[in-house]
């Protein structure tokens, strides 16, 4: 079964980290980009990061840059959000999404939300004042 799984969520304070991790069953990222989008109670999701399996591109939503790191491990299975210097407005629960843009289009396929693959499970980021 294809699946994506989401975790690494809990309870910080503010200015700690988390790493969150989202792990493919069933496949590998090796054609995909992954992005972590993120949905707090009351609001719209919102796209937070974004990886290239192909070329290890990046994108970043200018809320978490210079905060967040994503990154993608040699075995193309996972892919990390490493987030830093966590804030109460980072409160939300965090999904993982795979899809396949066309070259040179990620960020755009990305920040429009098309044509997900797969989504994983949310996984719960609460930061406490």
């Known amino acids: 079964e294809v699946q994506l799984q989401a975790c690494g969520g809990g309870l910080v304070q503010a200015g700690g980290s988390l790493t969150l991790s989202c792990a493919a069953s069933?496949?590998?990222?090796?054609?995909?980009?992954i992005g972590w989008f993120r949905q707090a109670p009351g609001k719209e999701r919102e796209g937070v990061a974004c990886?290239?399996?192909?070329?290890?591109?990046?994108y970043y939503a200018d809320s978490v840059k210079g905060r967040f790191t994503i990154s993608i491990d040699s075995t193309k299975t996972t892919v990390y959000l490493q987030m830093n210097t966590l804030k109460p407005e980072d409160t939300a629960v965090y999904y993982c999404?795979?899809?396949?843009?066309?070259?040179?289009?990620?960020?755009?396929?990305?920040?429009?939300?098309?044509?997900?693959?797969?989504w994983g499970k949310g996984t719960l980021v609460t930061v406490s004042s």
């Open positions: 999404a795979a899809f396949r843009p066309p070259a040179l289009m990620m960020v755009e396929f990305f920040i429009g939300v098309y044509n997900m693959d797969y």
């Open positions: 069933g496949f590998t990222f090796g054609r995909y980009a």
């Open positions: 990886v290239s399996s192909r070329d290890g591109s990046t």
